[in-house]
């Protein structure tokens, strides 16, 4: 049997997990939502996909413009097993009142807050607290790409304390209203950055500290990270731990990889849709210890890691997999992660 999913809030991240969704044998799209008629409107049509709106009282507009629909969110909340919330920052939490009374249960974005949702996740290192649950919320793009490589370097050498700098993408390609364009912006100015705290929802008791700033690029974020480990490791025995971790590839800027613009590249020449990167490049030549504590340096796709994840979380909530291992190959397959 296949689970009927609806993405409320069709934007960059929820198109994604559209599309990831409708890749899965065990899963099936039966609506999305959008609050304007325009191209994303349309071309979510001709992919198959019923539209909802989430403004009724838009419905002219979209009539106007010749874009069919099926009805309101509400109504596609009917059609549901689940709901992935992908609307901006602070309306899913919002949205949380309306799949209560209906229901229903809700997947929310990192962009929520955890106290919000009341429960977070991540597919390596808390699957198993969300089986069964009603709401959870998958982590950030930069704090699913913390847990993607913290985890196995934890699991593998213990660690003690991490620090991290992380450089964040000014705005997502299509924003042309964000910035800076000609800056570099501590953000936020205050020291530890929210991304620690982040970081213990999904990996309860990690002891870290982050800074972060935001540079004027759209393409990828950048973490520079620095681990005190508990156990003396060899960094080969690091590498291999990362090369055989899902989800995670190195890449060697020796290669022609050496920056964020050339990995995106990377993903073009893979051929994958919209150049989506869902795994984790870490730079080979980066990885090293230097008395006692490893350093390293890799990249997020802002826009894509985090999606398979959101696939995982539907199958843990509706309880299709208890076992991680299992549900992060099936998503994995389906959208032809390396
Ligand atoms: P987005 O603005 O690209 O997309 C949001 C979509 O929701 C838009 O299509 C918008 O029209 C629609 N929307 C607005 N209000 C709505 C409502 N009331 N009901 C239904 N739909 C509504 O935003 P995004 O970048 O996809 O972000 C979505 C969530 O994912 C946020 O929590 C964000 O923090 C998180 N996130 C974003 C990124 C990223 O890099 N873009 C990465 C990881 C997580």
């Given at each position: ?55 009724p009282?838009?419905e ?5 413009a ?139 008791g ?12 759209t ?5 520079n ?31 022609g990889?050496?920056s ?19 795994e ?30 959101s696939?995982?979380?539907?199958r ?23």
């Amino acid at each position: 049997k296949m689970v009927s999913v609806a993405i409320n809030g069709y934007g960059t991240i929820g198109k994604r997990v559209a599309d990831a969704v409708a890749a899965q044998k065990d899963m099936k799209i039966v609506g999305v939502s959008k609050t304007k008629p325009d191209f994303e409107a349309r071309m979510a049509l001709k992919k198959g996909y019923d539209l909802y709106i989430s403004i009724p009282e838009r419905e002219k507009l979209f009539q106007e413009a010749g874009i069919e629909i099926s009805g309101t969110v509400e109504d596609m909340i009917e059609e549901a097993d689940i709901i992935v919330d992908a609307t901006p920052e602070g309306i899913g939490a919002k949205n949380l009142k309306m799949y209560r009374e209906k229901g229903v249960k809700a997947i929310f974005q990192g962009g929520e807050k955890h106290e919000d949702i009341g429960l977070s996740f991540n597919s390596f290192t808390n699957y198993e607290d969300s089986l069964g649950a009603d709401y959870t919320r998958v982590v950030s793009c930069n704090t699913t790409g913390l847990c993607r490589t913290l985890k196995p370097i934890d699991d593998l050498a213990g660690i003690k304390k991490v620090r991290a700098v992380m450089v964040r993408r000014a705005a997502d390609p299509p924003q042309v209203k964000k910035g800076p364009v000609n800056a570099i912006v501590p953000n936020p100015p205050t020291v530890p950055s929210h991304h620690g705290p982040d970081l213990r929802t999904v990996m309860y008791g990690i002891n870290i500290n982050t800074v972060a700033l935001l540079v004027p690029t759209t393409l990828m974020h950048q973490h520079n990270i620095m681990v005190e480990l508990e156990d003396p490791v060899d960094i080969e025995e690091i590498k291999e731990e990362l090369d055989k971790t899902s989800r995670v590839m190195l890449v060697k800027a020796g290669e022609g990889l050496a920056s964020t613009a050339e990995i995106m590249e990377y993903a073009r020449e893979l051929g994958r849709p919209r150049n989506d990167l869902y795994e984790i490049p870490v730079w080979e030549e980066s990885l090293n210890i230097v008395d006692g504590e490893l350093y390293y340096m890799q990249a997020v796709h802002q826009e894509a890691d985090a999606v398979p994840e959101s696939v995982d979380a539907i199958r843990a909530l509706l309880e299709l997999e208890e076992d991680n291992k299992r549900s992060i190959e099936k998503t994995n397959k389906a959208m032809g992660i390396l």
